[in-house]
């Protein structure tokens, strides 16, 4: 059974009585509920005190103080109770019915009063369920929130050990002039390069890219990164070829619990003579840049992890003075979109952007101005600041030894 009660001052104690009559007689419903009546400071306490759990009809009148409607009207909201008010709300005390308490004065029928309380009565279990599942949402949320922010945490980690693993910035090569655009996606990159110069004097230039992104493809460029410095370790440099087949082999006799794969590209240059060796594995072909012409250098090899007997073939060339070499990631292709849509809206992939990395890579400017020029080309792209893929470029260009213009 329901518990109602009446709360008025004691001048209002009459018309209080006879309202719990008269609501008692006009009762819609079969089951009827309980009424009491009560002062309203000794209902306010009960409140505060949290000892009511029953519909409020609170009696107004002018002499009624307004801080004492205040007080319980803002206990009934707080406790989410069933309540009407009666009476002569004053002015100052409208906010009673944006509160969510319905207001109805003293001409308002006694039957409608009767309709509406036992309205507001039948849905109090409703409201009491509506409660319990915001309160259990809202704690639901705190804990998601924690977790974000935990998850947040261990990726900045990530990023920072990732960072840690790449080289700082590409070596000064006399007779080489680079320059490098790195740009995770995330946090983390599935994207990884090098430049290193080997202890027989040739440079050599690498770049992976582990299929799929975020922590898994960043921890699989990690355990490449351990084996590709495994691999240059010794007094003479290792063939490309080679050096993409020991890395296949770490990858396959890691057998990942789910699989993990990677492209990659491998060259060795002697900046003296141009002389260059590459190997790839399933990578974007490197690009010879000389002007306005661009030739891809195509290496066959399969990904990376897949096949443990797999074979790399090399591909030689000579990189003439002002001529230019490209080591990309496949991330551009989405970085130059195409004009036309998907039919969900989105940019399609470029088929042209080769032609824009040579554009913009092939002219007479320093690499360092080049590869900032891409950088910044990509940044007008549409959708640049929600970029599809990892982007990484390592460009080199011959130029004059320094060395041997002061000799001659």
């Not at 009666?86 to 944006?98: A, H, N, T, W």
């Not at 590709?228 to 007094?235: E, T």
Request: glycine share 10%.
């Amino acid at each position: 059974m329901a518990t109602l009660y009446i709360v008025a001052e004691p001048e209002l104690e009459g018309q209080a009585n006879r309202l719990a009559t008269q609501l008692e007689e006009a009762w819609p419903g079969k089951v009827r509920p309980f009424l009491g009546v009560g002062t309203v400071e000794q209902t306010i306490e009960r409140l505060i005190a949290g000892g009511i759990d029953a519909g409020i009809v609170v009696l107004v009148d002018a002499q009624t103080p307004a801080i004492k409607v205040d007080m319980i009207v803002d206990q009934i909201v707080r406790q989410r109770l069933p309540a009407i008010v009666i009476g002569d709300v004053r002015e100052g005390q409208k906010s009673v019915e944006s509160a969510g308490v319905l207001v109805e004065t003293w001409e308002t029928p006694i039957p409608s009063i009767a309709i509406a309380l036992d309205a507001l009565l039948r849905r109090q279990g409703a409201m009491r369920d509506v409660a319990r599942e915001a309160k259990m949402a809202s704690a639901s949320a705190h804990g998601l929130a924690e977790e974000l922010r935990h998850v947040h945490e261990e990726l900045e980690i990530a990023a920072s050990v990732q960072r840690d693993i790449l080289p700082k910035g590409l070596p000064i090569v006399d007779g080489l002039d680079g320059g490098l655009l790195f740009r995770p996606a995330g946090q983390v990159s599935g994207d990884i390069y090098d430049m290193t110069i080997l202890d027989d004097g040739r440079v050599s230039l690498f770049i992976a890219d582990a299929v799929g992104h975020g922590m898994p493809a960043a921890l699989l460029t990690m355990m490449v990164a351990h084996h590709l410095a495994k691999c240059q370790l010794g007094a003479d440099s290792v063939p490309p070829a080679r050096v993409l087949h020991e890395l296949n082999q770490a990858m396959c006799e890691r057998r990942f619990s789910t699989p993990r794969f990677a492209t990659a590209v491998y060259c060795v240059i002697d900046p003296a003579t141009g002389e260059a060796t590459i190997a790839g594995a399933g990578h974007p072909p490197a690009l010879r840049i000389n002007g306005g012409v661009s030739t891809p250098i195509e290496s066959a090899g399969p990904l990376l992890g897949i096949f443990e007997d797999a074979a790399f073939e090399e591909a030689s060339l000579t990189l003439e003075i002002g001529e230019t070499l490209a080591l990309y990631s496949d991330g551009f292709e989405s970085a130059f979109p195409d004009d036309k849509l998907a039919e969900d809206g989105r940019p399609l992939p470029g088929a042209d952007y080769v032609l824009r990395l040579r554009d913009i890579l092939g002219g007479g400017r320093d690499v360092s101005e080049a590869v900032a020029d891409l950088e910044g080309r990509v940044d007008e792209q549409a959708g640049s600041l929600h970029q599809a893929d990892d982007l990484t470029a390592l460009v080199v260009r011959r130029v004059a030894c320094a060395a041997r213009a002061i000799a001659a």
